[in-house]
């Protein structure tokens, strides 16, 4: 199947806050072209203890490598993720964020966005003639 090589998440909690809030958008590039490595925060499969996928989170590797796996945790978290995260359920490494604009990336913002564009047009349209 296809390989991402940039791709975006919406960030849904505070476990890595001060440095991403909920709401803040990352982008990540994928990390067959940036390596990961300790201080990087990357997006990660998730696993639940018997081994099977549960979401993707972006947290902070905080030690390991790519040979033996990484300890990765969200910054506000007192303490590390469970599993030793191996490089293969790493996803992309972190590159940048925009703060609070993934805030409006829900169904009724963007329905409420798009009514108030609607009507916005329609009615600059009544009275432009």
Do not use: C
């Not at 991402?4 to 990352?26: A, F, H, Y």
């Not at 499969?45 to 099977?52: K, M, Q, S, V």
């Not at 490494?93 to 409420?112: A, D, E, M």
């Amino acid at each position: 199947f296809p390989v991402t090589i940039v791709q975006t998440r919406v960030i849904l909690t505070g476990s890595m806050k001060p440095t991403l809030d909920p709401g803040d958008v990352v982008f990540a590039i994928a990390p067959t072209a940036l390596k990961p490595e300790v201080g990087k925060t990357v997006i990660y499969t998730a696993r639940d203890l018997g081994g099977r996928a549960v979401t993707q989170w972006a947290h902070r590797i905080i030690s390991g490598n790519a040979k033996d796996g990484w300890t990765i945790k969200g910054d506000a978290n007192p303490a590390a993720d469970i599993n030793t995260v191996p490089s293969s359920d790493i996803a992309g490494v972190v590159l940048f964020s925009i703060p609070f604009i993934g805030k409006f990336l829900n169904p009724f913002s963007l329905l409420t966005i798009g009514f108030f564009i609607i009507a916005f047009i329609f009615i600059y349209s009544k009275f432009r003639k």
